[in-house]
């Protein structure tokens, strides 16, 4: 009986998913810290009084309009930006944060970053988590090829069959959970397998070949695929 391992090809369906969704959020992020980076580099700062407040609500939020007049050079602007700052009033005196290449390009406040820093950095997690997820499949393969010509092969008998929860597969995947007595120490000791597919249910019983790495016991691959063949011969 042919299995199918889920676990690879999801995780790297998955990380692939999340890299790019992480790239996108990062040169978003990237292009707006550049944008507001150029604006506090050149920015100048006037005098401005505020002379409307008005919220707009919707179905799940508000926003705050706000409807300020400044003068430069003797020339005076009225411009209406969205700021949800609380401690605005009507009347009130503030300053005007422009950009000395397009007056209409305001802020009330010094602008921090923060927000930037936050959207750079969901960006760079995401695109790691991708990377490390994308990777970790591969190197299990290689570390799985590595034990069974290595490692010492295990004969263990399989005394657990556990469903796993699975939020987008209609088909539960199985994992063994099996057990190797060893008469020399005489204890027993518990292995479990990788995540799988498959028809067949009547796994109790069945022996299983574990290889177990010989410098690190908790280093082991429970070979699932072969269970069928194994246990015909």
């Not at 995780?11 to 959020?25: A, D, H, M, P």
């Not at 411009?79 to 009507?90: A, Q």
């Not at 007056?103 to 490390?132: E, P, Q, W």
Request: proline residues 2%.
């Amino acid at each position: 009986m042919k299995y199918t391992i889920i676990h690879n090809k999801l995780k790297i369906i998955g990380s692939i998913i999340v890299f790019l969704i992480g790239l996108f959020i990062l040169v978003i992020g990237a292009q707006v810290t550049y944008h507001e980076v150029s604006f506090c580099k050149a920015e100048k700062i006037t005098k401005g009084v505020i002379k409307n407040i008005e919220v707009k609500y919707t179905s799940k939020s508000s926003d705050c309009y706000v409807t300020v007049e400044y003068c430069i050079d003797n020339y005076v602007y009225t411009n209406k930006i969205m700021d949800n700052s609380s401690s605005l009033k009507k009347g009130m005196e503030i300053d005007v944060y422009y950009n000395p290449e397009n007056h209409s390009n305001i802020r009330l406040a010094k602008h921090t970053y923060i927000t930037c820093f936050f959207v750079d950095v969901i960006g760079s997690v995401m695109i790691t988590f991708g990377i490390v997820s994308f990777l970790k499949p591969r190197k299990r393969e290689k570390q799985k090829k590595w034990l069974i010509e290595n490692g010492i092969k295990i004969m263990a008998e399989i005394k657990v069959i556990k469903l796993s929860y699975s939020l987008f597969l209609k088909e539960k995947p199985k994992e063994v959970i099996c057990v190797a007595v060893h008469s020399v120490k005489n204890n027993d000791t518990v292995y479990k397998s990788e995540k799988f597919f498959s028809n067949q249910k009547e796994y109790v019983g069945k022996q299983v070949p574990v290889y177990v790495n010989v410098l690190d016991k908790n280093e082991y691959y429970v070979d699932v695929q072969h269970i069928d063949k194994i246990n015909a011969e």
